[in-house]
Every structure is written in C-alpha cells, then in structure tokens.
C-alpha cells in the first residue's frame, strides 16, 4: 500500500498527455463542425490512416458521444502515436492552450502531487499560430499561480532534428529564460541518433537547466549507452538498462536515475506484463529508479497507481525509499 502522507512527485508527465476528460470533451464538442482537412496536417491525416484504429479515430471526429475512451484503446507504441497525434490537433487557440495548462495543474492538485515537473512541445502549437511569447507567459503565470509546485520541462521534439531543438532552446532562452527548470527530448528514437543533440543538451546545462531525454523506451541498449556519454542529469524511461551491464555502471557511478513508467511500457507494448517490468532486476542491481506516470490520460493512470505497481513488485518499503530519493533528482533548483 502507497503512503500517500510522503511527499507524492511525478517527473515524467507531459502536459497535453494530462489532459482531462472534461477538457478532451469540451474540445471534441468546440470542433465538431471544422472539416478534419482543418484539424489535420496532410501527413497527420496520412500517418492516422496507417491503422485501422488510427481511421477509427478519424471517424471520431466530431463525435462526442464516442469519446473520450477511444483516445484509451491504442495497443501498440505507433497506435498511442496516432492517438497523440488526434488529441493536439484539438488544441487550437491560445483560449485552449490556456484552459489545457491550468486544468493539468488543478487535475495533479486534485491527484495530491506535492511536485510535478511537466514536460511540453511548444512546436506542436506554435505550428497551429499560437506565439511562442503567449506559450513561455502562460506558463510562467501558472507556476506562481498553481496551488501545486510545478516546473516545466522543455520537448523540441527529437523528429524535428537537433538544430531545431537548439535554435528553439536559444530563442526560449533570450524571451524567457525562467520559463523551463530542465530540457527533455521526447519522440522516435529512430529518427534522429541522440548523439546529435549533444549541442542542445551542452546549451541547456551551460544556463543551469537540468537534462533529460527519452532513451532506451524500447528493450534496445544501443542508444542508451550513447546517451549516457551526455550532459544527462536523467533518463526517461530507459529499460532498455536491464541488457546493458554498461549502462548499470554509468547509471550508478554518476547517480543519474531511470523515469521509469510502468503502465506506459506496458500499454505501447514495450513489455509484455506488469509483472515482468524490468524495473524489478534494475533496482535489485542498484540502479537508481524513480516512479512516474508519463502521460496520465492516455494511460489512464494516477501516480499513486504506477507506485501501486512498483510496490507490488518490489514492496512497500523499496517504494517509500525510492519516493525518498525522488525529491533529491528534481530540476526545482
Ligand atoms: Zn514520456
């Protein structure tokens, strides 16, 4: 059973993956009536029709009544891509992109998060006409407003390359440089190698960001291990560890922890059951490991659930140890 009188922290979340029912509803409902060719991109409209649950979502468009839940029902890591993909084409004017911050922050307070760090795209809505300025202002507002500790994380998005993150990190830096504790990079990691991105990452920790990226998702080491010769403070996911005698050594030398996420290894297929979670040998050999959610509505998931799993795994009080030791790895400063 979780104690859920120690502090709760979840630093793996990304903003629009915390998006609330109400608001996913609220959303449908507003774009009901504009034609898909609106909503989507040429490519997003191409890339939903791979699958069959992707033009499934197409059909649901403009109709409330079949949602939120078919957000919920993708079974493979390219099928929750596609869903990812339908729920941003919903956030549209700097009025959503405001609503969608400040109910992320009050659904985590109603969660009991005593601190949460929230990984966001910004290029998914500047791409839509939303300023840059009016995305770094909303957040600054609504981490002095929010009744939670919160800090932001920034996510260029790997696919767009690495000069792009780090133009887009040098352009946040010269309008806002409060506005992000930490950088992440998030997305395909076939697209781009992460070794590319040692600019961006350089960039970050030279204006005293804390650095993290998503590597090793999939149970292939080979990424990870070039990863870890990064300026990386932590490592999103990561499981790929448990094949890599090397990266135990490097994770436990430097102290630099795994966000390991189970309910979203396990949804996008990365592993075939909660009880074989690779985090049970990667704690067990010392690994530092801490416990997050990832993207709470897609996985339909609490922080108090994924500590859930931990503690079923490796028991109660490995899990208080590990909560302990989370609050020594935030980007809070
Ligand atoms: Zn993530």
């Known amino acids: 059973m979780v104690n859920t009188n120690s502090p709760l922290i979840d630093l793996h979340r990304h903003l629009l993956g915390s998006i609330s029912k109400d608001l996913l509803c609220n959303q449908i409902s507003k774009y009901a009536s504009t034609p898909l060719q609106k909503l989507l991109t040429p490519t997003q409209h191409e890339f939903l029709e791979r699958t069959s649950y992707g033009r499934d979502l197409l059909s649901s468009f403009g109709k409330a009544e079949s949602a939120p839940d078919i957000f919920q029902k993708f079974r493979s890591l390219l099928e929750f891509l596609q869903s990812y993909v339908a729920v941003s084409s919903l956030i549209r004017t700097e009025d959503d992109f405001a609503a969608l911050v400040s109910e992320v922050l009050e659904e985590a307070a109603q969660e009991k998060l005593h601190y949460v760090e929230l990984t966001i795209s910004p290029t998914l809505y500047t791409g839509k006409g939303i300023p840059l300025e009016f995305i770094l202002e909303t957040l600054t507002n609504a981490k002095s407003s929010s009744s939670i ?30 506005a992000f504790s930490g950088v992440s990079l998030a997305g395909d990691e076939e697209s781009v190698p992460i070794s590319q991105f040692r600019p961006y990452f350089e960039l970050a920790k030279a204006h005293g960001l804390g650095t993290t990226a998503h590597v090793g998702e999939r149970l292939t080491s080979k990424e ?50 909660l009880d074989t979670h690779p985090l049970v040998t990667l704690y067990n050999v010392g690994v530092p490991i801490i416990i997050n959610t990832d993207d709470p509505f897609f996985f339909n998931t609490t922080i108090v659930e994924e500590l859930s799993f931990a503690s079923r795994l490796i028991g109660d009080e490995a899990v208080e140890e590990i909560k302990k030791n989370t609050q020594r790895y935030t980007f809070a400063g």
């Not at 500790?149 to 780090?166: T, Y």
């Not at 490097?250 to 996008?268: F, G």
């Open 224 to 273: 990870l291990e070039l990863a870890l010769e990064l300026p990386l403070d932590r490592i999103g996911h990561g499981i790929a560890a448990v094949h890599s005698p090397i990266a135990h050594e490097v994770l436990m030398t430097k102290d630099i922890p795994l966000e390991i996420c189970p309910s979203s290894n396990q949804q996008t297929g990365q592993i075939s059951s």
């Open 149 to 178: 500790m919160a800090q932001w994380l920034l996510d260029p998005m790997r696919n767009k390359g690495a000069e792009h993150a780090e133009a887009l990190l040098q352009q946040i830096l010269s309008i806002s440089p409060d």
